[in-house]
């Protein structure tokens, strides 16, 4: 309980001062903060874009949440995205780390700088190596966690949720569970209603 100040005499008196407190930085776990985070990089971008051009378009198609991914047509371009959207960020005080490229060139830079290079790391949840610039995602971690014997639509929507693809590359195989998915309401199967053995066996 916060009492009133008190005068010199011992009086108590009211006041209307308000203490207001404001953060300098961006706290994690606010249920705000990554509105916060992409409200303050795309702010950022509409700002720098006629200093940094080519950073400023890439952070407004190509950030997503705290993961930046981009493309370039040869070294030099990667290079010379890497230097700019660095140093765009560093204006607000937001230093870039665990940087990975199938670039020999940039990796150079990086060995120079000290910085230590990645192989293997993930481009939006999906698995990518960066020496054979492939990406991969392991389809068995998904299907292994689908149940054995009669399934129902919602573990049939469970098991179709799990393919976590932002990039949209494996659709060609995701698609088929979006399929069976359409079947079982274009049939009018029930939530926890056995599935049909031919949808079963797909």
């Given at each position: 309980m916060?009492?009133?100040?008190?005068?010199?005499?011992?009086?108590?008196?009211?006041?209307?001062?308000?203490?207001?407190?404001?953060?300098?930085?961006?706290p994690f776990d606010l249920t705000c903060s990554s509105f916060l985070l992409s409200a303050t990089v795309r702010e950022l971008a509409i700002k720098k874009r006629k200093g940094f051009p080519k950073a400023a378009l890439l952070i407004d198609s190509n950030m997503f949440m705290d993961d930046f991914v981009a493309g370039a047509d040869d070294g030099n371009a990667a290079i010379g995205i890497y230097y700019e959207f660095t140093t765009l960020m560093k204006t607000i005080k937001?230093?870039?780390?665990?940087?990975?490229?199938?670039?020999?060139?940039?990796?150079?830079?990086?060995?120079?700088?000290?910085?230590?290079?990645?192989?293997?790391?993930?481009?939006?949840?999906?698995?990518?190596?960066?020496e054979s610039?492939?990406?991969?995602?392991?389809?068995?971690?998904?299907?292994?966690?689908?149940?054995?014997?009669?399934?129902?639509?919602?573990?049939?929507?469970?098991t179709t949720a799990r393919f976590y693809d932002p990039l949209v590359l494996f659709s060609p195989l995701s698609v088929t569970g979006k399929i069976l998915f359409q079947e079982t309401w274009c049939r009018g199967l029930r939530w926890e209603e056995?599935?049909?053995?031919?949808?079963?066996?797909?």
């Open positions: 916060v009492q009133d100040p008190q005068d010199d005499k011992g009086n108590y008196y009211t006041t209307n001062e308000v203490a207001t407190y404001r953060f300098t930085r961006l937001l230093p870039m780390a665990k940087w990975a490229a199938s670039c020999d060139e940039l990796e150079d830079i990086w060995k120079a700088q000290g910085r230590e290079v990645q192989r293997t790391t993930q481009a939006l949840g999906v698995d990518w190596d960066t610039d492939m990406l991969s995602v392991d389809s068995r971690d998904i299907l292994d966690k689908a149940t054995e014997g009669p399934a129902n639509k919602r573990e049939l929507l469970q056995i599935l049909p053995h031919d949808v079963r066996v797909r």
